[in-house]
């Protein structure tokens, strides 16, 4: 960009970068397609929503104007400044398009030329000058909303380049904390080369302690020009945004277990994933993303957006309720639709045949949904607002010379993933774990968890698919060992297995025992969200076996809809442990009716209402329920131990006996 006036050069002064590994919670790359021209205030395309710019102070007839374009292309750090070389574009200050700015007719007649600006024209040369307007500017470019909800410590960083004179002529750095605008740093002008032309520079800030789990954060970019005439390229460039926090590991969500590309020169491609959580509970994967590698940032796995491996768009689990609990060590394979391996057991995508958690089915099934936006290999590594549709396996597919498979909390923030492929290939180190397992191509190869620590590369396996593809199945001793551990504690009776299974308006739950040390009873616990687990039923135990034992349990009033049942075991001195949890779906009836504590549940596949009367014919309490849903209905405090329910939808009625004594709750059907 050329100078129109005195030039500047100084030292650039940094903070220190942090040391600590830093999971990318928020990030913006401007990218909009736009070669030039495009203000920043028509912005709207981005991941995060609208950019706005807000004058902040006196703005002259030709201020200048806030672009995002390539014309100043995001170059990597320590790059000089180009024009659209990579189509990168940046957040940047240039002269106003829509009028005669003072010197615009001779260097940018256009306006935007990148990071290059109009100081203004000279006191005393207006007459030599393209206009006499004033170029006075004080104007910033405000973020959207940034949500920091749950979040604290965290840290701003970008890179960009900047000029002009002093704080005559500058650029600062604002914060917005939901009420107040203050500004949060004024950066150092950054040095220049290739013949005058900014140099990209990180910066790193930490934002103040009032962002922590502070939904309501902005920043902003403001950019002044005191009209004096003097100042120097480049004007003010900005990319790559992000704000980090303290990345701490958990293992509360999906682990990719196994990735497998097939057989060379074929698409037999899956992703198997492994849900981690406590033993014996449940995790809600609604919502949850697959992905493959996304670019260079939002801890992606490359070391740029183009040529990296990266498919536009991803996958995630659907709303079903099925994914609203799913249980600890479950597996979870996802495969290509278009070219099934032949190896993949049957489609099973609800775990119901059988009941073995195991979760088996294509990128395209109804269960899962595909955003075919976000991340794009040419623009955006970011995760923002998408309209799903159906799912497909090319919005993850793999590259054979290297990819990445990896899984994403709902908000889009990095949770586990592994990768593959050389340097040569645009692969970075494994993302923020460092789980690059392999460095060759994966073309007929496979890649597996095998060890006792997900986060660790030397517990994944890279080998070629002959022998060691196990799809839906753990993959080695140490695999099943680890799986084991998160699906429950040992029962200390051999139990063979827990089913549960709807049969006549009931669910009859059954298991097997193959020995019993100290057993005193077992007892049947049941949940309508996979989380709250109350007891229904209870069977004594056998003491002591060694022989193979039977044992039935009926749920004479199950839940409408799904439920979710497991099986608690008690020794004689008082310890417990619980079996694995399955789930059961009851087909919708009209006006069903369960007991819960001295609590009625009421409702219905379809809307009803609900009445109870009491001995005198008295209505004691009325209401309604939502179609599939259920209404609780508390009993303590009714002046009568003997009510009728009364029931029902348009199509059908019931009246049911309600008995409270010293022994609970009885419902009895009466019509």
């Given at each position: 960009m050329p100078s129109r006036s005195i030039a500047?050069?100084?030292?650039?002064?940094?903070?220190?970068?942090?040391?600590?590994?830093?999971?990318?919670?928020?990030a913006e790359e401007f990218e909009n397609g736009c070669t030039g021209g495009c203000y920043a205030s028509a912005y709207s395309t981005g991941p995060n929503g609208a950019w706005s710019v807000v004058n902040t102070g006196t703005n002259g007839?030709?201020?200048?104007?806030?672009?995002?374009s390539c014309t100043e292309n995001g170059n990597a750090v320590g790059a000089c400044g180009t024009s659209c070389t990579s189509a990168n574009e940046t957040l940047h200050v240039g002269n106003d398009v829509a009028c005669a700015s003072p010197n615009g007719c001779f260097f940018c007649p256009g306006g935007d030329c990148g990071a290059a600006y109009d100081a203004s024209c000279p006191p005393g040369l207006c007459a030599f000058c393209c206009s006499c307007n004033s170029a006075q500017t004080d104007q910033r470019a405000t973020s959207p909303v940034i949500d920091l909800t749950g979040r604290s410590g965290a840290t701003l960083s970008f890179q960009y380049m900047e000029g002009g004179q002093g704080t005559q002529d500058n650029a600062t750095l604002w914060y917005y904390n939901g009420s107040v605008w203050s500004q949060l740093a004024d950066m150092a002008k950054t040095a220049t080369g290739c013949g005058g032309q900014g140099i990209w520079t990180a910066y790193t800030v930490p934002l103040p302690a009032s962002a922590n789990n502070n939904p309501n954060v902005r920043i902003g970019f403001r950019w002044v020009n005191n009209n004096d005439g003097s100042g120097a390229d480049p004007s003010f460039a900005v990319d790559n945004v992000q704000i980090t926090v303290a990345y701490?590991?958990?293992?509360?969500?999906?682990?990719?277990?196994?990735?497998?590309?097939?057989p060379a020169g074929g698409s037999k491609e899956y992703l198997e994933l492994l849900v981690c959580g406590p033993a014996c509970s449940t995790v809600d994967l609604r919502r949850w993303k697959l992905d493959d590698n996304n670019g260079v940032l939002f801890n992606g796995f490359g070391t740029s957006l183009a040529s990296s491996g990266t498919a536009a768009g991803h996958l995630r689990f659907s709303n079903a309720a099925q994914w609203a609990a799913v249980p600890t060590g479950a597996l979870v394979l996802v495969y290509n639709e278009?070219?099934?391996?032949?190896?993949?057991?049957?489609?099973?995508?609800?775990?119901?045949?059988?009941?073995d958690s195991v979760y088996v089915l294509p990128a395209n099934s109804p269960l899962l949904e595909g955003c075919a936006l976000f991340p794009d290999a040419n623009s955006s590594s970011s995760y923002g607002t998408?309209?799903?549709?159906?799912?497909?396996?090319?919005?993850?597919?793999?590259?054979?010379?290297?990819?990445?498979?990896?899984?994403?909390?709902?908000?889009?923030?990095?949770?586990?993933?592994?990768?593959y492929g050389s340097n040569a290939n645009n692969m970075n180190g494994g993302g923020?774990?460092?789980?690059?397992?392999?460095?060759?191509?994966?073309?007929?190869r496979v890649i597996s968890f095998t060890g006792s620590d997900p986060r660790s590369a030397a517990d994944f396996t890279s080998a070629p698919i002959a022998g060691n593809e196990t799809p839906g199945a753990p993959n080695n001793a140490a695999n099943a060992a680890y799986i084991a551990a998160l699906r429950c504690v040992v029962l200390p009776v051999g139990l063979v297995a827990f089913t549960a299974t709807p049969e006549h308006g009931t669910v009859r739950t059954a298991w097997t025992t193959a020995t019993e040390t100290g057993n005193d009873h077992f007892t049947v616990e049941r949940s309508a969200d996979g989380s709250d687990f109350r007891p229904v039923g209870s069977v004594p135990g056998a003491g002591h076996?060694?022989?193979?034992?039977?044992?039935?349990?009926?749920?004479?009033?199950?839940?409408?809809?799904?439920?979710?049942?497991?099986?608690?075991?008690?020794?004689?001195?008082?310890?417990?442990?619980?079996?694995?949890?399955?789930?059961?779906?009851?087909?919708?009836?009209?006006g069903r009716v369960v007991v819960q504590g001295e609590d009625l549940l009421v409702g219905g596949g379809a809307a009803g209402a609900w009445q109870l009367v009491d001995p005198l014919g008295r209505v004691v309490g009325a209401g309604s329920w939502e179609a599939g849903g259920t209404v609780r209905i508390p009993l303590a405090g009714m002046a009568s131990s003997l009510l009728l329910l009364r029931m029902g939808d348009r199509r059908d009625q019931r009246t049911h006996r309600v008995l409270r004594g010293a022994e609970g709750v009885m419902v009895e059907a009466v019509r």
């Open positions: 500047w050069a100084g030292l650039v002064t940094l903070l220190p970068t942090v040391a600590t590994a830093q999971l990318v919670v928020w007839a030709c201020a200048n104007r806030w672009f995002i701490v590991p958990d293992c509360v969500g999906p682990l990719v277990n196994e990735l497998g590309n097939g278009a070219d099934p391996h032949t190896l993949l057991p049957p489609n099973d995508p609800d775990d119901s045949a059988p009941n998408c309209t799903f549709g159906a799912g497909s396996w090319n919005l993850v597919g793999l590259r054979n010379d290297g990819d990445a498979g990896q899984t994403r909390r709902p908000d889009g923030t990095y949770f586990h993933g592994i990768s923020i774990d460092a789980l690059r397992i392999s460095t060759v191509s994966h073309s007929g076996s060694v022989a193979t034992l039977h044992y039935l349990w009926t749920d004479a009033h199950p839940l409408p809809g799904t439920a979710y049942y497991r099986l608690r075991q008690t020794d004689f001195d008082g310890n417990s442990a619980l079996s694995p949890v399955v789930s059961v779906r009851m087909p919708e009836e009209a």
